[in-house]
């Protein structure tokens, strides 16, 4: 007799589908460094890993609930960063900076 998988609560399914998700875009980030030549420094692979463990280990890479959403395997700013480095990965030029140019006056 075949056993079915547990069924998991929406917010499981939720949780583990945001897990997977980071541990991707982790994978993807570090996978596009590694083709393109692109040399992260020693801070980026390190937030790399670290992060992929903690998510590894505990589904969540933060530990402070008022970080990130309820459900999401990354903080807001966890995100961001990895954000900033994918785009370095892929070579892309970072997007200009808000604001005013200093030494301009209207």
Known sequence: MKRKPPTLSPY????KAAQ???LNALKRAKRTAEKTGVTLSEWEGEFLDSVGDRVKTYGRAFGDPEKGAPGQALSAM??????EIARKASGEVPPPRWGRKKGIRD
């Open 12 to 15: 499981e399914a939720q949780r």
């Open 20 to 22: 997977r998700a980071a």
């Open 78 to 83: 966890q995100g961001r960063k990895l954000k």
